[in-house]
């Protein structure tokens, strides 16, 4: 056997194995409850929406707000934004104004644009609630979202709470309908590394904090839904998915920017999972320290690197095999891929049966759905090499970008 034949079917292994195992026990756990005791506490509340150029979407975002059943002499709004050029300031500022009776709501504004980061630092120096929500000027709630979250802080070991997102445009594209089957397994490993231990992350669309336990994020962190989860877990507490609590967010319609906006979250991911490696293998973090932690750091951080090395050598097993005419080993070689990709996805659908991905007139049939998965498995590994790559040559990209096709969409940002 050659070196490339070799590397190629280490690697092919290591990954399939890796992978499987994990997605395997998280389906396991997301089964299972969770063992929090909620109950309705009605802390106060400070909700966090940070800004830039969101004139579209951020009255709809605001009257959303108005309609959520809790106290609203216990519930702040603080809206923080970040030098926009648009009019996203006099919305905020008029909206105030004509619901002054209705809502506590704030307007804090930066002349400058500093990044997110910042402008998250700046508005939870100025909450007042026990409890802060952050979450994204184009995010949609159910009324009892905040109800749901905060009943969750009853129990002191929670320091702090997400939910699971609904798209609001399955159906627009193909790529929301490929963004809606990740989405759903996405969802069963949260929840399965919830009841395990504490999730990794809670979601920057809407997640819920101690204050207490919050402190300055640095001022170049892309993922600071991470860097704040990492901290909750690293000063002991839980962080945790409540499938109850439920948000709506539209997806990206075209895959260009699906992949724009994969390759800066996983940078950002990235990033903080090396701020944060010093927590892997302590017997402090528990579960989460000895699973969860590691295998995220092999999922955004190793397997980018060995999936291209895979399939490189591969090809070149292949080729090798072809000039020699040994077709038995091409034979093998070919089937040997073959194998691992279907016996992938199908013990996905075995392990979740919410992860299917079905394309409406476009894509029929399971080997289709397989090239298809396989093919965005490939793709987002690909992502991640390339922020990866950004990140140890140019450094983290900290000032967020709009990604087209969700804000600009029009039917779907005003879709009941």
Request: overall charge neutral; some cysteine.
């Amino acid at each position: 056997m050659s070196v490339f034949e070799t590397i190629f079917l280490s690697t092919l292994v290591l990954i399939f194995v890796c992978f499987m195992s994990y997605f395997g026990l998280m389906v396991h756990f997301s089964r299972k409850p969770n063992g929090v005791a909620k109950k309705n506490i009605l802390p106060s509340v400070s909700m966090i929406i940070a800004t830039y150029n969101e004139a579209l979407v951020i009255s709809k975002k605001l009257s959303n707000t108005l309609e959520m059943e809790y106290p609203k002499d216990k519930l702040e709004i603080l809206v923080v934004d970040s030098g926009s050029t648009d009019s996203t300031r006099e919305i905020v500022t008029n909206f105030a104004e004509q619901n002054r009776d209705r809502a506590n709501l704030r307007l804090l504004t930066q002349q400058e644009r500093l990044g997110k980061s910042n402008a998250l630092n700046y508005a939870v120096k100025q909450a007042v609630g026990d409890i802060v929500i952050l979450t994204d000027a184009d995010v949609l709630l159910d009324k009892d979202a905040i109800l749901k979250v905060t009943a969750n802080f009853a129990d002191n070991r929670v320091g702090a709470v997400s939910g699971i997102e609904v798209i609001r445009n399955p159906d627009q594209s193909n790529t929301t309908q490929i963004e809606q089957g990740y989405r759903s397994f996405y969802n069963t490993l949260r929840l399965g590394e919830s009841n395990l231990d504490s999730v990794i992350m809670c979601e920057s669309e809407f997640a819920a904090y101690k204050k207490s336990l919050m402190e300055d994020l640095p001022p170049n962190s892309v993922c600071d839904d991470m860097e704040l989860t990492l901290r909750v877990r690293k000063k002991g507490f839980k962080a945790i998915y409540d499938p109850s609590v439920v948000f709506h967010e539209c997806s990206p319609s075209m895959y260009g920017s699906r992949l724009k906006h994969k390759i800066r979250r996983g940078q950002g991911i990235q990033q903080t999972l090396l701020r944060f490696v010093g927590m892997m293998f302590s017997p402090k973090y528990g579960a989460f320290s000895f699973v969860i932690l590691p295998f995220e750091f092999f999922m955004h951080l190793v397997s980018p690197i060995l999936v291209p090395i895979c399939i490189a050598t591969g090809i070149v097993s292949i080729i090798m095999a072809i000039i020699s005419f040994n077709m038995l080993l091409v034979l093998l070689l070919v089937i040997a891929i073959i194998l691992s990709s279907g016996l992938f996805i199908f013990i996905l659908r075995i392990l979740s049966p919410a992860f299917s991905v079905t394309l409406k007139d476009s894509v029929n049939g399971a080997s289709s759905r397989i090239i298809l998965v396989a093919f965005d498995f490939i793709t987002l590994q690909t992502c991640l090499l390339v922020g990866l790559l950004s990140l140890a040559l140019k450094g983290p990209n900290y000032k967020w970008d709009k990604i087209d096709g969700i804000r600009e969409t029009n039917e779907c940002i005003n879709k009941e």
